[in-house]
């Protein structure tokens, strides 16, 4: 059964504190990992999508990275305002499948 | 600037009575995604349309139903709202041959008394 599995649940940091989050996955023949931002109360937004291993992609303070069985956001120097939950999904026949979301805070 | 709408952002709803969330987009994209998210869960996908082609979900209740009169516009409509209903509903686009990259409206939060 496909699946997607997010480590930590829940992470905070303080401002300026690098840290990474992990994406596991099992899929049969991944198409795509997508990675999203999520602030309260609002629906998900795209940063970034993976299709190989190997694969990275920047913007701003984050970058992701893809191998055959993970993915991880790494977050530098982050700011209070990269607090929110990030969602990882892989693509299957069209449809994401989600993983539950770690919840980033950073205080300053 | 393109994107997904979602009308109405909050929506209060007596049980048992049926409510309609719209959603527009103006990507021009052939696919169209309703999901339902509760309180630190992940998305859960209702139903999508593939173009005309509607796809529903094997465990999405009877009770929730949805319409794709055109391109621009999905609705979703909840037949007899229970409480268990809810949630943040999300609205997202997506073009086949583009990755599936999905874009998402900002979401109709319900609240069923």
């Known amino acids: 059964e496909d699946q997607v599995t997010q480590s930590p649940e829940a992470l905070r940091l303080q401002e300026g504190e690098s840290s990474s989050l992990n994406c596991s996955y099992t899929?049969?023949?991944?198409?795509?990992l997508f990675w999203y931002r999520q602030d309260p109360g609002k629906g998900p937004e795209f940063l970034f999508t993976?299709?190989?291993a190997g694969e990275e992609k920047e913007k701003e303070r984050l970058k992701a990275t893809l191998t055959k069985k993970e993915s991880f956001l790494h977050i530098t120097a982050p700011k209070p305002e990269d607090s929110a939950t990030y969602l990882c999904?892989?693509?299957?026949?069209?449809?994401?499948?989600f993983g539950q979301g770690t919840e980033l805070s950073v205080k300053p | 600037d393109a994107m997904v709408i979602q009308n109405p952002r909050y929506q209060v709803t007596q049980f048992g009575k049926p409510v309609t969330l719209s959603c527009s987009q103006t990507?021009?994209?052939?696919?169209m995604y309703w999901y339902q998210q509760k309180s630190s869960q992940a998305p859960k996908l209702l139903f999508h349309?593939?173009?005309?082609?509607?796809?529903n979900e094997a465990d999405t209740p009877d009770n929730f139903q949805s319409r794709r009169p055109n391109t621009s516009f999905c609705f979703l409509d909840i037949r007899s709202p229970g409480l268990g209903d809810a949630a943040m509903y999300l609205c997202?686009?997506?073009?086949?041959?583009?990755?599936?990259?999905?874009?998402f409206g900002p979401g109709t939060r319900l609240t069923v008394t």
């Open positions: 999904a892989v693509q299957q026949g069209g449809k994401l499948i």
């Open positions: 993976l299709y190989s």
């Open positions: 899929v049969s023949g991944l198409r795509g």
């Open positions: 997202a686009t997506s073009r086949e041959g583009q990755g599936y990259e999905q874009y």
């Open positions: 990507l021009n994209h052939n696919v």
């Open positions: 349309y593939y173009d005309k082609d509607f796809n």
